[in-house]
């Protein structure tokens, strides 16, 4: 099986932090031209 979402030790204790803040997560990569189709990190349920 392959991996989807590979994450380095760094960012995870990141993301960590940002889940003791804020609660679940929700990651979103765009794919349009406005935004740079930049990785996105949004608190559950706040991106519709």
Same mark, same amino acid.
């Given at each position: 099986?392959?991996?989807?979402?590979? /994450?380095? %030790?760094?960012? *995870?204790? /990141?993301? %960590?932090?940002? *889940?003791?803040?804020?609660?679940?997560?929700?990651?979103?990569?765009?794919?349009?031209?406005?935004?740079?189709?930049?990785?996105m990190?949004?608190?559950?349920?706040?991106?519709?």
């Amino acid at each position: 099986m392959v991996p989807r979402v590979i /994450i380095t %030790d760094a960012a *995870k204790a /990141i993301v %960590d932090q940002l *889940k003791q803040r804020f609660g679940d997560l929700m990651f979103h990569q765009s794919g349009g031209c406005c935004d740079g189709s930049q990785p996105m990190c949004f608190e559950k349920g706040i991106l519709r």
